[in-house]
């Protein structure tokens, strides 16, 4: 038995926005020491809301607030040589570094990978970078829409009739520092083993074409045929798809051979043997599924979204109902497994946070700790590395922290 997964492990943290902050995210939740350095006027995040209350304020950015629990806050100015001394000796005693600059600004600063491995040769050096350190593409600008457009994942998102949507969100950006977090453990479990570090280099575009959910399937079958996919008719099937109830939408899906199970669930079982439904093929045909829906949409319109999930699993149908963020808060499983976490900050006060994304039966980790004020640990990191009172005053007085 351990306390923390990550117990021991420290992890120097020179990421700003959102791909960075997630991967950081994740190795703090597991027990990481972070030690998140911010510029003197803050992660620029802080001044992305939601806010509460509606209230723009740097320390109440529901964005900043999430990605960046559990983390330690020090500010330095990373264009002040002696800032950069700090974080040199910062490196000396971390296991691993994360950064999100464009591609070439750790060597301009003098922190590329060459001189950080001479500093600590076991260190782990993460980067990631809109397109990667390397190729053509590697001055490009980008963003979460950007990325996911020129990945592919928007090209089969949306309605075939019109133009490409992306889906809501930072999703790009979340997915890449996931991608960024298992890459550098996979990284460190090397560096433990070999005594050697290495600087793991992410590209946001190769996460968009390597991983978004349909995605390698599409460009293995355009490997093997030639052939290209591009976004699906809406489709409206027989017993299948989201329909409506009396408190909001359901999605049960009822065709092929549940068809019986569906028309008996509704108190229709004849429906089952009508030639109408009977046959597969004509089940796709819109008309037809309007034609179900006369008998299935009065017997929704009865019943509330839990109450017909609940027939439906009982039916052996697959279904689910399509929640608000107000249904997932009070969602009870969520809160049988104890998902949700109430963390208090000296700002917001006590707020409800999501969980840790996997729990680990060999880890009885700590409760969470809110997202650090700007700046909030800069004396107490500055102190263990062995600075005094008037060392500190004069690098705060040099504009260098």
């Known amino acids: 038995m351990f306390d923390n997964a990550l117990e021991g492990v420290r992890v120097l943290d020179l990421t ?29 995040a802080r001044s992305i809301g939601p806010f509460q209350n509606d209230q723009p304020h740097p320390e109440k950015s529901g964005l900043f607030l999430h990605l960046n629990i559990n983390k330690r806050s020090i500010t330095i100015n990373l264009k002040h040589p002696n800032g950069v001394g700090v974080v040199k000796e910062l490196v000396r005693e971390s296991d691993i570094v994360i950064e999100n600059f464009r591609p070439g600004m750790m060597d301009s600063l003098g922190l590329g990978y060459d001189v950080l491995e001479k500093i600590n040769p ?58 960024g977090a298992y890459a550098t453990m996979v990284a460190l479990w090397d560096a433990e083993d070999t005594g050697e570090g290495q600087n793991v280099d992410i590209s946001i575009y190769e996460t968009q074409a390597g991983f978004r959910d349909r995605r390698v399937i599409y460009l293995t079958a355009h490997a093997y045929t030639g052939e290209s996919y591009s976004r699906p008719d809406p489709g409206y099937r ?69 109450e017909a999930v609940n027939e439906a699993q009982d039916n052996q149908l697959l279904a689910g109902p399509i929640n608000t963020v107000e249904d997932i808060f009070k969602d009870p499983h969520f809160e049988f497994r104890g998902y949700w976490d109430t963390i208090d900050h000296p700002e917001t006060g006590e707020l409800t946070y999501p969980g840790r994304p996997f729990k680990m039966s060999g880890a009885e980790l700590p409760p969470r700790s809110p997202a650090p004020l700007l ?7 500055l102190e263990n590395l062995g600075h005094t009172t008037q060392v500190i005053s004069l690098l705060r007085e040099s504009g260098a922290i």
């Open 238 to 306: 027989v017993a299948s798809g989201t329909r409506p109830c009396a408190d909001g939408f359901v999605n049960i899906l009822g065709f092929g051979p549940r068809f019986r199970n569906i028309s008996n669930m509704i108190g229709h079982p004849e429906l089952a043997d009508d030639p109408k439904f009977a046959d597969p093929a004509g089940r796709s045909d819109p008309d037809v599924a309007m034609a179900f829906d006369e008998y299935y949409i009065p017997w929704l319109m009865e019943h509330t979204k839990l």
């Open 16 to 44: 700003h926005h959102v791909a960075g902050p997630q991967c950081t995210k994740l190795l703090a939740d597991y027990g990481a020491d972070v030690i998140k350095v911010e510029r003197p006027s803050g992660d620029p």
């Open 375 to 381: 700046g909030q640990h800069t004396v107490e990191v």
């Open 122 to 179: 076991a260190i782990v050096l993460t980067s990631i970078s809109n397109f990667g350190q390397t190729g053509p593409y590697r001055e490009m600008k980008s963003s979460d829409i950007v990325a996911y457009a020129m990945g592919g994942p928007m090209n089969i998102t949306g309605h075939a009739d019109y133009e490409p949507l992306k889906l809501a969100g930072n999703i790009v950006a979340m997915h890449a520092g996931s991608v």
